[in-house]
């Protein structure tokens, strides 16, 4: 967005109409949030830069619609104690008292690092006032291109963003101190304003939204069959782990494969058959896990298979990391590795950039830390763009938010699912319905994209108390019906 504003200012539009712009959108913001501006006391805490240029238009604007205006005005950032200009705590906090609605016009998208002294101040006393807060753009002490923050931040209820959403209004922590969100086209001209359009060229970095998942799945033809469909081959069990493979084989189905096959170690196969899953023994180990000829055995029959998923349950012998590795090398059909098919690799991102076909991970944090040999950090999205570059895949980054990347650096956000996703054998439901959808013919990076965010309304609309991985493959009917329709 910064670029995006020089070039339009370079192209003929003045930087004081795209600030009269974004302080005609803030004011409205504010005028809808107190229901009507006339008689209303607001405060506004204003920063030097264009995010305080923004707030004084828009307490401009109120002010001429009949609200009274204590406006407070930031010289920088200032050591601890009040500045010689004059910025008057006790003044901000009597004012705070009777306002109705305080404005937080104090830093915009480019800061980073923490709030200091006068500004910490007025983000706590406006965060601790009995009115609500609207942010401009983005909470102070909120980093808008991580939503790090580092100390204190405002917490607004409402944020009348600019343009077009900042990756740190919609990443946690940041996504928790902006409220409800309202992006204000201020960039769209007229011929007589030109502007620019924030989304032309797209951006490499998007936030998933229904209509990019309904847009994308396949409509059946009618004279469709299972295996015109698509079928999926579900690799995964050990001992006392065979549930993890069968929630991945039954959310594949429900998520739209034709046919689903689940490879087991030996008589784990037999005691988990039943249903519509049809189950394979592989060979095993005298302990029950997955043999090294169990690759083998899986690539000789791949052929009527257009997914492959490898990981749950799987555990982590010698000779299943060694089948793993082999199956990573030569299934030449898409690849979803997930949990133990991950830390097989340890960290041998190489094996994934040689496959033939294409490839998505889905690590959490602690499996992206072995794979790509460091943390993820406080910048999600860098995280899964570098691993993805390196590893020449597709990586799906479980987390608060979930984060996808492809290897030319395309990025995309979900918002769907909370917290209650995080009980045993969810992660196995979501790779499933990757492997379905990728089945299914969507290329890799749109059915990570999409898999997340089914597997999360799915978590949304099972109801989020007391939710089991098994509430989300009964909810994936519902949740595509409405999709479709």
């Not at 601790?128 to 909120?142: K, R």
């Not at 555990?315 to 089948?323: C, E, F, H, I």
Request: net charge neutral; hydrophobic share 45%.
């Amino acid at each position: 967005m910064a670029a995006r504003d020089s070039a339009a200012i370079a192209g003929g539009v003045s930087e004081a109409t795209l600030v009269d712009r974004a302080g005609g959108a803030v004011a409205r913001g504010a005028r809808r949030l107190l229901g009507g501006a006339y008689g209303r006391r607001v405060v506004l805490v204003c920063g030097k830069g264009n995010n305080g240029a923004d707030g004084r238009v828009a307490g401009q604007r109120l002010a001429g619609w009949g609200a009274r205006i204590d406006r407070f005005d930031l010289p920088g950032r200032s050591p601890s104690g009040s500045d010689a200009s004059g910025f008057d705590r006790r003044s901000l906090d009597r004012a705070l008292a009777r306002a109705d609605l305080a404005v937080d016009a104090m830093f915009g998208t480019g800061f980073q690092g923490p709030l200091e002294g006068d500004a910490a101040y007025a983000a706590e006393a406006m965060t601790a006032a009995g009115c609500p807060v609207l942010a401009v753009d983005i909470p102070s002490g909120v980093d808008g291109l991580t939503g790090a923050v580092r100390g204190v931040a405002v917490g607004a209820v409402a944020t009348v963003c600019l343009a077009a959403l900042k990756p740190g209004l919609v990443l946690f922590p940041g996504a928790g101190f902006a409220g409800d969100i309202e992006v204000a086209p201020i960039f769209s001209g007229t011929p007589r304003t030109p502007g620019i359009d924030p989304h032309t060229p797209p951006p490499s970095l998007g936030l998933t939204e229904e209509t990019d998942v309904s847009a994308w799945l396949p409509r059946r033809p009618p004279e469709s069959h299972k295996w015109s469909v698509g079928a999926v081959y579900v690799v995964g069990g050990s001992q006392g782990m065979t549930g993890a493979v069968m929630l991945a084989a039954r959310a594949a189905l429900r998520a739209g494969a034709g046919m689903v096959v689940a490879g087991l170690p030996g008589d784990a196969a037999a005691r988990a058959s039943g249903g519509e899953v049809i189950t394979r023994p592989l060979p095993a180990t005298s302990s029950g896990a997955l043999d090294e000829d169990a690759a083998k055995e899986v690539l000789d029959g791949l052929d009527r298979f257009r997914a492959l998923v490898v990981g749950p349950g799987l555990g982590r012998t010698a000779a299943t990391v060694a089948a793993v590795r082999r199956l990573v090398a030569e299934a030449h059909v898409p690849l979803v590795l997930d949990a133990d098919g991950l830390n097989a690799l340890d960290g041998d991102v190489g094996l994934l950039a040689a496959r033939p076909a294409a490839t998505i991970v889905t690590p959490h944090a602690g499996e992206y830390a072995r794979l790509a040999g460091e943390a993820v950090g406080e910048d999600r999205v860098a995280a899964a763009r570098r691993l993805a570059e390196r590893a020449g895949a597709v990586v799906l980054l479980k987390g608060s938010r979930t984060v996808v990347a492809d290897p030319t650096g395309r990025a995309a956000v979900n918002a769907t699912g909370g917290p209650w996703l995080a009980t045993a054998g969810t992660g196995d439901v979501l790779s499933g319905i990757v492997g379905a959808l990728a089945c299914m013919g969507l290329p890799a990076f749109r059915a990570a994209t999409a898999g997340a965010w089914l597997h999360g309304r799915a978590a949304d609309a099972s109801g989020h108390e007391g939710l089991v991985a098994g509430d989300l493959i009964d909810a994936l009917p519902t949740v595509l019906s409405r999709l479709v329709a």
